[in-house]
């Protein structure tokens, strides 16, 4: 079944233009897995992240991200197009639309990092957070502390 699906896969994609977007969008997010894209993130993350005298909120770091994205996704189509021209130039416009939506399918971890960068940075800095953070950190040493008397209590008898 499986095989004959995989036989057929050319005529799906030209019967149903709707499919081939979802093929190249995945093939986008596949090939965004890659141990050179993925040392992008955390790049992106410093990037979107900024300056710690910077305020960034949640918005502020998914707009950076979102710049990010499509002028790399537009980099991508400009490029695939003009190789399209000098090529044979037949149905430019249609891979042009392709080669956005592989663009934007290898571009979706880099948009989810960044804007969760922002949200994780505007949790660090919370004043409740830290509060919460630091009454944990007490409590979690006063239980190594009487851990640590346990063991030596019983290690003396």
């Given at each position: 079944m499986f095989e004959g699906f995989l036989a057929n896969v050319g005529d799906y994609i030209h019967t149903n233009p709707g499919l081939a977007l979802v093929a190249v969008f995945l093939g986008g997010l596949l090939a965004a897995s890659t141990p050179c894209v993925?040392?992008?993130?955390?790049?992106?993350?410093?990037?979107v992240a900024g300056r710690r005298e910077e305020r960034l909120g949640v918005l502020r770091a998914l707009r950076f991200s979102l710049a990010f994205v499509l002028g790399l996704a537009m980099t991508f189509t400009a490029l695939g197009m003009i190789a399209a021209l000098a090529g044979s130039g037949s149905s430019v416009v249609w891979g042009?639309?392709?080669?956005?939506?592989?663009?934007?399918?290898?571009?979706?971890?880099?948009?989810?990092?960044?804007?969760?960068?922002?949200?994780?940075?505007?949790?660090?800095?919370?004043?409740?957070?830290?509060?919460?953070?630091?009454?944990?950190?007490?409590?979690?040493?006063?239980?190594?502390?009487?851990?640590?008397?346990?063991f030596a209590y019983r290690g003396l008898l």
């Open positions: 993925l040392a992008m993130v955390p790049w992106m993350m410093s990037v042009g639309a392709l080669l956005l939506v592989y663009a934007l399918g290898h571009s979706v971890l880099n948009l989810i990092a960044g804007t969760s960068m922002g949200a994780a940075r505007r949790l660090i800095e919370s004043r409740r957070t830290n509060r919460a953070l630091d009454i944990a950190r007490r409590v979690a040493g006063g239980v190594i502390v009487l851990v640590g008397v346990y």
